[in-house]
């Protein structure tokens, strides 16, 4: 089974490149945001690869960090997405937001993928509640908290997340924004949750 390829860039196409190994062609499918970070043609480049054996193809899916690759496995344990749909999301979503938006069950954020309706998103963040953590890298350390005032944390984050998004943010930029706040404050009341939320938001705005 074949989990890396280094070689020279041979072409890039649309959702795919050919990646030239001592001479041989590979054909590896990649996503929009891995293809939109390659070297130029004819320069070295390394994949990490997730290898797809059928009856009747062999289909090789690259990625250029070990962080997307996992994403990848992660989204297509869930039933109904498979690999063309894991591509999509991580096309328009990179492996650490897809942390905060699956935490956050932005739903909404998933559908801006290309074939992903509402119910696929939905069915997305059951069937990956509770995962993230195999995404590795940064952890948003409330989220999964060990204290006796997990639940209350919860409750503030939940609450917080739901007002911003009525005022029409989107849930996983103000969930990000949210929980560096709590890091730093982890009593902070919801009223006061939202108006450092909306604060940061104006900053980033502005700045």
Same mark, same amino acid.
């Given at each position: 089974?074949? %989990?890396?390829?280094?070689?020279?860039?041979?072409?890039?196409?649309?959702?795919?490149?050919?990646?030239?190994?001592?001479?041989?062609?590979?054909?590896?499918?990649?996503?929009?945001? =891995?293809?939109?970070?390659?070297?130029?043609?004819?320069?070295?480049?390394?994949?990490?690869?997730?290898?797809?054996?059928?009856?009747?193809?062999?289909?090789?899916?690259?990625?250029?960090?070990?962080?997307?690759?996992?994403?990848?496995?992660?989204?297509?344990?869930?039933?109904?997405?498979?690999?063309?749909?894991?591509?999509?999301?991580?096309?328009?979503?990179?492996?650490?937001?897809?942390?905060?938006?699956?935490?956050?069950?932005?739903?909404?954020?998933?559908?801006?993928?290309?074939?992903?309706?509402?119910?696929?998103?939905?069915?997305?963040?059951?069937?990956?509640?509770?995962?993230?953590?195999?995404?590795?890298?940064?952890?948003?350390?409330?989220?999964?908290?060990?204290?006796?005032?997990?639940?209350?944390?919860?409750?503030?984050?939940?609450?917080?997340?739901?007002?911003?998004?009525?005022?029409?943010?989107?849930?996983?930029? =103000?969930?990000?924004?949210?929980? +560096?706040?709590?890091?730093?404050?982890?009593?902070? +009341?919801?009223? %006061?949750?939202?108006?450092?939320?909306? +604060?940061?938001?104006?900053?980033?705005?502005?700045?």
């Amino acid at each position: 089974m074949i %989990a890396k390829l280094k070689g020279l860039l041979d072409s890039v196409a649309e959702g795919f490149l050919i990646l030239d190994v001592h001479g041989v062609g590979y054909r590896v499918f990649c996503s929009n945001k =891995t293809l939109s970070c390659l070297p130029r043609i004819g320069e070295a480049v390394a994949l990490h690869i997730e290898t797809n054996v059928r009856e009747d193809h062999i289909h090789l899916y690259g990625f250029l960090s070990l962080e997307e690759k996992k994403a990848f496995s992660l989204l297509t344990s869930v039933p109904g997405l498979g690999f063309k749909g894991a591509l999509a999301l991580l096309s328009v979503i990179s492996p650490q937001e897809l942390g905060v938006v699956l935490v956050s069950k932005d739903a909404k954020r998933l559908t801006q993928a290309q074939g992903i309706g509402k119910k696929l998103a939905e069915r997305i963040i059951t069937e990956l509640k509770g995962k993230t953590a195999l995404l590795g890298g940064e952890a948003l350390s409330f989220m999964a908290p060990s204290s006796e005032g997990a639940e209350q944390s919860s409750s503030v984050f939940e609450e917080t997340l739901s007002a911003l998004t009525h005022l029409g943010y989107m849930r996983s930029d =103000t969930a990000l924004i949210a929980s +560096k706040i709590m890091e730093e404050d982890p009593e902070i +009341k919801t009223e %006061a949750l939202i108006q450092k939320t909306l +604060k940061e938001i104006g900053k980033m705005k502005n700045g």
